[in-house]
């Protein structure tokens, strides 16, 4: 099972830091209060350049997800299938994540989320989301 | 419903040069872009010293500066690049028009030459990925297969756009069984177009509902065929004033409008804007429409930049051309086929012509207001777009 590395200069990067720590953080404004994703040196909402880390609250919506069944790299070939998915935080980013290798969950679009962040080694962790329990779930009826 | 065409732009497509289009072309980048060049300019009428002006993609290998010594272009007066590949087909076109407009240059020539299939595979991992002791590590700052996406395994547009098609069928509540119809449907009927094109790399392979199903699924919803075919080969345009082109006497098609449109989170890929169901606000069509003076239901023919078959509904409801969430029915029930009410990629399409970053989508459009295309329908207008970070409106001249 490979997983992919950003390369090593870039696990220095405190959304990385944080990440290989245990939780997840994200970029955020420390005028406007918002986050943004991918981190930036400048808000994109008010063009502050105070931005610091907050840690996120874990929570977020399934915006979108694909099972991966064709490996574009030979070396992916013992992963797949593997699931990716574009999710929404409660802090109003977005980003890519999937679920855990060996992981099954019955997804759909608008399901409450929640994040685990998973160590992969000492230096380098990710956050993957699951679905939350049944009770957190928005009214589908 | 005509408005006035004042805003109208004021330049055309004067020539269209092109090699075939192969798996392995057996020659240099440079050598296929001269040749589509010099084909341009003999459709055109014109020759090479005509040339003041040159346009291309960021990602294209052959630069200006080759171009120019290559071909022994004596003066060049104006060449520029817009960024990435074929999200800027239309942008491409703008730009040339754009300089035409400004008088900083008389003749300008797109091109675009790439060995796609043969070379480095756009939809393969290796071009983003590195094999570092035995393992993968991607030292990409922005999408596709940068370090924020990279490592749930996300690192190629085809996977991107299968996380378009299942925002698309979450929003609109589609299940599995009606995205296969809807995407096959447009599969299938852009095959029967290639079958009727020469030029289509699957010119002389068919594909019935019954294969598009049984096709081999590659990333969730999306199957083989509803992926775009990685080519090798090479194009060129010729842009020229509209006044030089009805004193050439060319068989000309006149740009009316285009342009370039993007925004937070939809470029380099569309991940992190704040729909995915859509890929461009409404205001994208709305603009675009209004200065060629026209209106949605002006437009005769679309040709939607189709690197997977799910671009093709989400363009056609972005763009007004068909209702939100009509998609299915109107694919369905044929809209875009033969004697349907919109015909859409009468070429096959990226997808069963070849994977020409969009030149091939726009030469589509000027072949039919021309009145040359293999599948030739009655038009006057033809809307072409990457899902509207660029986008033009032809009309016959």
């Given at each position: 099972m490979t997983v992919i590395r950003p390369s090593e200069d870039y696990l220095d990067q405190p959304f990385w830091t944080h990440l290989a720590a245990g939780t997840l953080h994200l970029s955020s404004c420390d005028d406007c209060g918002k986050a943004h994703h991918p981190p930036s040196p400048i808000c994109p909402h008010c063009r502050s350049f105070n931005t610091g880390w907050k840690p996120a609250s874990g929570r977020a919506t399934l915006k979108s997800f694909t099972e991966v069944r064709h490996p574009v790299h030979t070396l992916l070939e013992p992963s797949v299938p593997y699931v990716v998915t574009l999710v929404e935080l409660e802090e109003g980013v977005r980003m890519v994540s999937g679920l855990p290798p060996g992981h099954e969950a019955e997804l759909r679009v608008g399901m409450a989320l929640e994040c685990t962040v998973i160590r992969h080694d000492p230096r380098f962790a990710l956050p993957y989301f699951l679905p939350a329990p049944e009770a957190e779930q928005p009214d589908t009826a | 419903m005509k408005r006035p065409m004042g805003e109208r732009m004021k330049t055309s497509i004067v020539g269209l040069g092109q090699t075939e289009f192969s798996k392995n072309s057996g020659r240099s980048e440079l050598k296929l872009a001269t040749e589509a060049i010099l084909a341009a300019l003999e459709d055109a009428g014109l020759e090479v010293d005509d040339i003041d002006?040159?346009?291309?993609?960021?990602?294209?290998h052959t630069s200006e500066a080759t171009i120019v010594n290559a071909l022994g272009i004596k003066a060049l007066k104006y060449y520029g690049e817009t960024e990435f590949g074929g999200v800027n087909c239309c942008g491409a076109v703008a730009q040339a028009s754009a300089a035409i407009e400004a008088g900083l240059a008389s003749c300008v020539v797109f091109y675009r030459a790439l060995n796609a299939r043969s070379g480095v595979r756009f939809g393969r991992g290796e071009r983003v990925l590195e094999e570092v002791d035995g393992g993968l590590v991607t030292r990409q700052p922005e999408p596709p297969g940068d370090i924020y996406s990279a490592p749930f395994g996300l690192l190629v547009p085809g996977q991107h756009h299968a996380l378009?098609?299942?925002?698309?069928?979450?929003?609109?509540?589609?299940?599995?069984?009606a995205m296969t119809e809807m995407l096959g449907a447009i599969a299938v009927t852009q095959r029967g177009y290639a079958n009727g094109n020469p030029r289509a790399l699957l010119h002389d392979r068919t594909l019935s509902m019954e294969e598009y199903r049984a096709g081999r699924v590659i990333s969730t919803p999306l199957r083989i065929y509803d992926y775009c075919l990685e080519t090798d080969g090479a194009m060129a345009m010729v842009i020229v004033s509209r006044e030089r082109a009805r004193s050439l006497g060319a068989k000309a098609v006149d740009v009316l409008a285009a342009g370039q449109h993007i925004f937070p989170g939809s470029v380099p890929m569309y991940l992190y804007a704040a729909d995915t169901h859509s890929l461009a606000p409404e205001a994208v069509g709305r603009e675009l429409f209004g200065k060629a003076g026209l209106s949605a239901s002006d437009i005769d023919l679309a040709m939607i930049y189709d690197a997977t078959s799910m671009m093709v509904p989400i363009a056609l409801e972005d763009?007004?051309?068909?209702?939100r969430g009509e998609a299915h029915d109107f694919f369905t029930s044929g809209g875009h086929g033969p004697g349907g009410t919109l015909p859409v990629n009468t070429h096959g399409g990226l997808l069963s012509e070849g994977y020409f970053h969009g030149l091939n989508t726009i030469a589509e459009g000027v072949r039919q207001l021309r009145g040359e295309s293999h599948n030739q329908v009655s038009a006057e207008t033809a809307l072409v777009t990457l899902r509207g970070a660029s986008s033009m409106v032809l009309g016959r001249a």
């Open positions: - | 002006g040159l346009v291309r993609y960021t990602w294209d378009y098609a299942q925002a698309y069928a979450g929003h609109y509540g589609l299940d599995t069984e763009f007004g051309l068909i209702g």
